[in-house]
């Protein structure tokens, strides 16, 4: 059975940075891209950052030089750098992976969500 596992969201004032990872384990054979993404109550879920197994990365244009996602393939691990933080980035945000596990096809799995709180 597949889990991702995100942790690293808190409290932190505006300006501050944050530090989320999530790490998929289970039976896992490949993982294509990884991603984050962020979703406040009564919204749509929205893009932050994605990243394909080389590096190649992709950002929602509200957090354009302040978020950074990287990844540790050989951990199975996704990380999203946040800094200089705005009220407005306060959301929970999720991790996901496409990836290839056993008794499945290649299909995207979610996170349980890490809440990210930013105070004015």
């Known amino acids: 059975q597949v889990q991702l596992v995100e942790s690293g969201g808190g409290l932190v004032q505006a300006g501050g940075s944050l530090r989320l990872s999530c790490r998929a384990s289970?039976?896992?054979?490949?993982?294509?891209?990884m991603g984050w993404h962020r979703q406040a109550p009564g919204k749509q879920r929205e893009l932050v950052a994605t990243?394909?197994?080389?590096?190649?990365?992709n950002y929602a244009d509200s957090v354009k030089g302040r978020f950074t996602i990287s990844r540790d393939n050989a951990k199975n691990t996704v990380y999203l750098q946040m800094n200089s933080l705005k009220p407005e980035d306060t959301d929970v945000y999720y991790c996901?992976?496409?990836?290839?596990?056993?008794?499945?096809?290649?299909?995207?799995?979610w996170g349980q969500g890490t809440q990210v709180t930013v105070s004015s």
């Open positions: 289970g039976s896992i054979f490949s993982i294509n891209a």
């Open positions: 990243i394909t197994p080389g590096g190649s990365t």
């Open positions: 996901n992976a496409y990836l290839w596990a056993a008794g499945a096809n290649f299909r995207n799995y």
